[in-house]
Nanobody, 114 residues
Framework: QVQLVESGGGLVQAGGSLRLSCLAS????????MGWYRQAPGKQRELVAV???????NYADSVKGRFTISRDNARNTVTLQMNSLKPEDTAVYYC????????WGQGTRVTVSS
């Protein structure tokens, strides 16, 4: 069983920055693909960024050049650095770990005011 706990959400003005962190506990392995997803009100959950155990990354087009995902396998953490935030980035952000099945955190809310 894997448990994921997110932190770092909050309220920020447009153009500002936030740093989200996800701490994984349980039978976590560096083989897991880790990622961040988000769900805005009235919309489906969407991919933000993922990172493999080897450090390969993939980003949604809407966040490329503004967000950076990283992971520390020794500390079982994955981080999302979000810069140049826009009001359309407002959503609940979820940490995800994937290996044969999906594990999800409880989510952390990010609100970007204009």
């Amino acid at each position: 069983q894997v448990q994921l706990v997110e932190s770092g959400g909050g309220l920020v003005q447009a153009g500002g920055s936030l740093r989200l962190s996800c701490l994984a506990s349980g039978s976590i392995s560096s083989l897991y693909v880790m990622g961040w997803y988000r769900q805005a009100p009235g919309k489906q959950r969407e991919l933000v960024a993922v990172i493999t155990s080897g450090g390969s990354t993939n980003y949604a087009d809407s966040v490329k050049g503004r967000f950076t995902i990283s992971r520390d396998n020794a500390r079982n953490t994955v981080t999302l650095q979000m810069n140049s935030l826009k009001p359309e980035d407002t959503a609940v952000y979820y940490c995800n770990a994937r290996f044969l099945t999906d594990y999800w955190g409880q989510g952390t809310r990010v609100t970007v005011s204009s």
